[in-house]
């Protein structure tokens, strides 16, 4: 019987494989597929700063396309680029190079599938800075350039080159020096990302390049949520899990995307979520895209199961845009660093103290 069920999963694997979801999107432009992209997808539990529970490779084998990563300098190295959730005292997840390895041997394994990566450059590291991150590691050879103003290859062409691993990162970017290190912002632009209301998710233009229209981009839907913790002038946001059945599940995340359809006429290219095998988010991006889903291990299913929360809400039918915003990463980070000083230790404190706010 178990030799049958994994018969049975190396098919489903076999049959998912294939073209980001199935053969039909084969020769679909990658801009007009639906990705989905996991929060911060290197923050694992049970961290209280998780937002995932399983790993990238995981990830990637349940049909996630779209990994979203943070890079901050190393506590024993500034000049090491390492993952973490903000501050890496409280999750450091190694070197980023050791990610793009493991994402690297990923796609060899599975070379009919195209990945993107998305950078939040939060303390503004130079592109050539990031670039060396790349060099030390085993992706260059599959790194993707698309030049502004030029059509997207379909998914087919992307595999035939062998070019499957498209890079975006949302400051400091340098067309001239690292050209496959594309600006986010002038290709991408985003729903907010900080939401806290689950009756509140809309289809605002949070983030976008200066004079571009978002009638010509592609587009990130934020559809995650956190739990705000004010410690006097500062606030803590924490993954909110204990909702992620309800935020992931089906009615929130079809009417924010039917939503977002109706006011941009075209429908989301990357839906991004915290704890992505709660809920359906994999069902409704397969959905989307026109192809079967594949379900996940029992396992999982499981797993995702333990955090089961009050029934679903319904957003508001209709929402609009607001004006284009550039969010700008320059922050005075001698100011940021102070703040961070006067609270880490509030912080540590509070996530010992209080192991029982991860039920938020």
């Not at 995650?224 to 935020?247: C, E, H, W």
């Not at 845009?321 to 609270?343: A, W």
């Amino acid at each position: 019987m178990i030799i049958g069920f994994l018969i049975l999963v190396s098919l489903f694997t076999t049959i998912h494989a294939e073209c980001n979801g199935g053969s039909s999107l084969c020769n679909t432009s990658y801009s007009d597929i639906t990705q989905l992209i996991t929060h911060d997808s290197y923050a694992l539990s049970p961290n209280i700063a998780a937002t995932q529970d399983y790993t990238i490779i995981d990830q990637l084998n349940d049909g996630v396309r779209g990994i979203k990563l943070t890079a901050v300098p190393s506590i024993n190295d500034p000049l090491q680029i390492n993952l973490c959730h903000t501050f890496c005292r409280v999750l450091d997840a190694g070197p980023a190079t050791e990610t793009l390895n493991t994402i690297a041997a990923w796609l060899e394994e599975n070379p009919k599938e195209v990945v993107t990566i998305m950078w939040n450059n939060l303390n503004n590291f130079k592109a050539t800075e990031l670039a060396q991150v790349y060099l030390t590691s085993n992706i260059m050879p599959m790194v993707f350039t698309h030049s502004i103003g030029d059509e997207w290859p379909t998914i087919q062409s992307m595999i035939d080159t062998g070019k499957r691993a498209v890079n975006f990162i949302d400051a400091e970017a340098d067309s001239d020096q690292v050209p496959w290190l594309m600006d986010q912002f002038s290709r991408v632009f985003e729903t907010p990302y900080d939401n806290t209301d689950i009756d509140a998710f809309n289809c605002n233009v949070d983030r976008i390049g200066d004079d571009f229209s978002p009638d010509d981009l592609m587009y990130v839907m934020n559809h995650f949520m956190y739990a705000n913790i004010d410690l006097g002038t500062f606030k803590v946001q924490i993954p909110l899990r204990s909702k992620a059945l309800i935020t992931n599940g089906r009615e929130s995340l079809t009417n924010h995307a039917n939503s977002c359809t109706d006011i941009f006429q075209k429908k989301p290219n990357f839906i991004e979520v915290d704890f992505y095998t709660m809920g359906d988010a994999l069902d409704v991006v397969a959905e989307m895209n026109g192809v079967a889903s594949v379900p996940l291990l029992s396992s999982k299913v499981s797993a995702a199961s333990r955090n089961v929360s009050s029934s679903p809400v319904a957003l508001r039918p209709k929402l609009s845009p607001t004006e284009h915003v550039l969010i700008d990463n320059s922050i005075d980070s001698s100011g940021f660093r102070n703040h961070y000083r006067s609270y880490l230790s509030i912080v540590l404190m509070l996530f010992v103290s209080f192991p029982l706010i991860i039920r938020f």
